[in-house]
């Protein structure tokens, strides 16, 4: 039996003990917040014990691993002091406010021998899932470009970060999951419009090492939530929706006829078939969990590294970097 606590029980933080209070093999054993209140309605929904500070369950309940689920500027704190008491952590992401702080986070964890794994959530989306298998398997061919759609109306919880940081690090980090490939250079044009001090919206562009395109069309500033991936290859075109965890393919009908071990160049493109896959569907924040206490366990496999979340960060500040600029901003291998 895994004993786990949640730090912080705002939107995430109240998922998060509602899952893992549902797992088999694991011990919900308390719930931590600056605010008691909150904290202890979370706690009776889910027979477990309330704490007012994080120092006070760390020392009282003595988890085996925690999840952080507090306001990004609080990310290096609470995971710092619970790797400093032997705890495996779940951090949301992104993994922490600044790059120097992500890489002391991702040391740290090294040096105390615990896991840390990020909470970028839509990994473990079985859309997503599903795309990678196919991609992997090359039933697209090459692949040409990403286009990414991450739409909704302004969260009134988000105050500390842009969009950037809060939506387009999914995307980023999809972008590299699913190609395998580090992205090296991005472009990007941000404005302020809802938001009192950060970008509401990004368009961006980006190239990865394998030569595909990246684009992302990102906002808080549209009355309706729209949630997709577009990536196109040689062979046509999938489609993920990660709201309805959907799948589609839309074949290229010329790619269809022709063998493609045997030619070297696209002789063209016309509309073939579409495919929509049949997906079982579950919730991605269970599939996440899961992942974490599998990996407190020592497989490590299925989870978001903390090398993974810093390089989102950087990526994510990279694309900031290069909006406040008005310039192309070239990512150096680390």
Known sequence: MTRVAVIGTGVMGRNHARVLHQLPNVELVG??????????????AHATRAYGSLEELLKKERPDAVTVAVPTENHHHAVMEALSAGCHVLVEKPIAATLEQADELVAAAKAARRVLAVGHIERYNPAVLELKRRLDDGQLGAVYQFDAKRLG???QRIRDVGVVIDLATHDLDLMRF???????????ETRRKVHTTREDMVSGMLRLADGSVGLLQINWLTPTKIRQMTVTGER?????????????????AE?????????????????GSMVKYAIQKREPLQSELIAFTRAVEGDLTGIVSGEDGSEALRLALAMIESGDGGRVVTVAPR
């Open 31 to 44: 719930v931590a917040d600056s605010d008691l209140d909150a904290a202890c309605l979370v706690a009776a």
């Open 255 to 271: 790619a269809s006829a022709h063998n493609w071990e045997q030619i070297t160049m696209l002789r063209g493109v016309s509309e």
């Open 153 to 155: 109306p302004f969260p």
């Open 236 to 252: 046509g075109m999938f489609r993920a929706d990660y709201l309805t965890q959907d799948l589609f393919f839309y074949e290229n």
């Open 178 to 188: 699913l190609t395998g490939s580090e992205i090296i250079r991005v472009y990007a």
